[in-house]
T-cell receptor
Framework: QQQVKQSPQSLIVQKGGISIINCAYE??????FPWYQQFPGKGPALLIA?????SEKKEGRFTISFNKSAKQFSLHIMDSQPGDSATYFC?????????FGAGTRLTVKP | NAGVMQNPRHLVRRRGQEARLRCSPM?????VYWYRQLPEEGLKFMVY????????ESGMPKERFSAEFPKEGPSILRIQQVVRGDSAAYFC??????????FGPGTRLTVT
């Protein structure tokens, strides 16, 4: 059962552009929503996270927007750089486990 | 503060052999999670452990797979009688309190 749906599957953005990745969830018991960045051959790295009592969180070029009523959240990468090219995963946590989206492969063209 | 350590990084096993994957959490972290990742796919939760206790193993196959996190030493994911379908990257993550999870570099298991 896929509890977190992520889109798009792949994304190509020009350098300096905005990358937007979306996730939707079903389980209202989720209480923590992180985003992870993964480079080939490496483990996922925690990028930024939000809790449902906040609608937006910004850290540097990365922003999470959270819509509790729509059960959706998104990652915005401002001024995208070639070094941002990686696979991004959204996730949602309940008491005992973390459910991950299927991932978005981002390519930032120079 | 060293990150999450996993070893071995690469493991090759023949069908029917046993695979043992080790995970040392970050210092001060008592929550450990194991995930499996197939190529070009997301992470699938397998098991959540705290020291000496399995909290949730709902994502782990009922047969051949087991996990432990002893009072002393690393967490171990054990796969008995491996089959080709077990080939995947296995990631361990640790957390100080069950929210932020920090991942290790993974063990890439190949079954020949």
């Amino acid at each position: 059962q896929q509890q977190v749906k992520q889109s798009p599957q792949s994304l190509i953005v020009q350098k300096g552009g905005i990358s937007i990745i979306n996730c939707a969830y079903e389980n209202t018991a989720f209480d923590y929503f992180p985003w992870y960045q993964q480079f080939p051959g490496k483990g996922p790295a925690l990028l930024i996270a939000i809790r449902p009592d906040v609608s937006e969180k910004k850290e540097g070029r990365f922003t999470i927007s959270f819509n509790k009523s729509a059960k959706q959240f998104s990652l915005h990468i401002m001024d995208s750089q070639p070094g941002d090219s990686a696979t991004y995963f959204c996730a949602a946590r309940t008491d005992n486990d973390m459910r991950f989206g299927a991932g978005t492969r981002l390519t930032v063209k120079p | 503060n060293a990150g999450v350590m996993q070893n071995p990084r690469h493991l090759v096993r023949r069908r029917g052999q046993e695979a043992r994957l080790r995970c040392s959490p970050m210092k001060g972290h008592s929550h450990v999670y194991w995930y499996r990742q197939l190529p070009e796919e997301g992470l699938k939760f397998m098991v959540y452990l705290q020291k000496e206790n399995i909290i949730d193993e709902s994502g782990m196959p009922k047969e051949r797979f087991s996990a432990e996190f002893p009072k002393e030493g690393p967490s171990i994911l054990r796969i008995q009688q491996v089959v080709r379908g077990d080939s995947a990257a296995y990631f361990c993550a640790s957390s100080p309190h069950g929210y932020e999870q920090y991942f290790g570099p993974g063990t890439r298991l190949t079954v020949t």
